[in-house]
């Protein structure tokens, strides 16, 4: 009986709460320990209503030093799941001002596993998108221009899907590593001097090709934090390679805005998302 009660309990908290699925199994060590609080992972938010049949991977930004988990994670689930959309937020591997924590490719990996992983959980593997803000921006672009193939022989589930999202949305992005840099994200994610090969190919206007996913690109002129030239210089990559592209440029909102539900100018970028989406991936 008390076993009863324990499965029981155990089903009613699954029931009541996100799922949290971690990328990696328990046997690989991939945490610092006295750094990292728990491994990566990704937490799934169901679809409202009538579910559409498409998926999103949300990536907070943070500088690759910490995730806007709820401004740019959460609530942008939220708002997709509103439109029928499921949802899942990830938690990758960050860094600090010491250099105690990840630098690539652990993030990178993070964010290929997860969308992996998004795509085996998916009814459709093909409806599988990203969004990404900021760092989580450049996180994304990495993931729409640096592909995974899927393996001809799989040994694992995962290794049956490619990480090539079907879209990306990149949210005032940190694009490139030269001259107009945020140079945080950059001494963040490749330390503090980094061999000038590793800045230009993880400068993701440099990757972009034939098979990069559409994009969706949303900036401010007076982002202070990441120079507007880094969404430009992405969308001129895209449409040299003839990738569908959309790009808007406000002239006011800053950065770090997420889902600006205080301006109703910056904040129509949402639900004109929605109906770029519905272009490329009818319901």
């Known amino acids: 009986m008390k076993s009863l009660i324990i499965v029981f309990a155990l089903v009613t908290t699954l029931g009541s709460a996100q799922t949290k699925t ?38 907070p930004g943070g500088g690759y030093t910490h995730l806007a988990v709820d401004h740019e994670g959460n609530d942008i689930a939220k708002f997709y799941n509103e ?44 409806r599988v998108g990203i969004i990404g803000f900021s760092a989580g921006g450049h996180l994304s672009s990495m993931c729409a221009t640096m592909h995974v193939p899927a ?38 994610l490749l330390g503090k001097n980094p061999d000038k090969t590793m800045i230009d190919s993880l400068s993701t206007e440099n990757r972009v090709n034939k098979n990069t996913p559409p994009t969706f690109i949303i900036y401010s002129t007076d982002d202070d934090v990441v120079p507007v030239e880094n969404g430009i210089m992405f969308f001129e990559a895209l449409r040299k390679h003839n990738v569908p592209a959309t790009i808007h440029i406000y002239d006011h909102g800053g950065h770090g ?15 004109l998302s929605i109906e770029w989406i519905a272009t490329l991936i009818p319901k």
């Open 22 to 59: 971690y990328l990696y199994p328990s046997t690989e060590k991939v945490t610092i320990d006295g750094f990292d609080k728990e491994p990566p992972f990704i937490e799934f938010f169901k679809a409202k209503g009538t579910p559409n049949g498409t998926t999103i991977l949300v990536v």
């Open 83 to 126: 439109h029928g959309f499921d949802a899942f937020v990830l938690h990758y591997r960050l860094n600090d001002g010491g250099q105690k924590g990840h630098r690539f490719p652990d993030q990178y990996n993070d964010v290929t596993t997860a969308i992996r992983t998004v795509k085996s959980k998916a009814k459709d593997p093909e």
């Open 151 to 188: 393996s001809k022989d799989p040994k694992t589930p995962l290794e049956k899907f490619n990480s090539r999202p079907a879209f990306a949305i990149l949210m005032y992005p940190v694009i490139t590593f030269g001259a107009k840099a945020h140079s945080g994200s950059r001494e963040m």
């Open 257 to 271: 805005y997420g889902l600006a539900v205080k301006d109703p100018v910056v904040g129509s970028w949402p639900e």
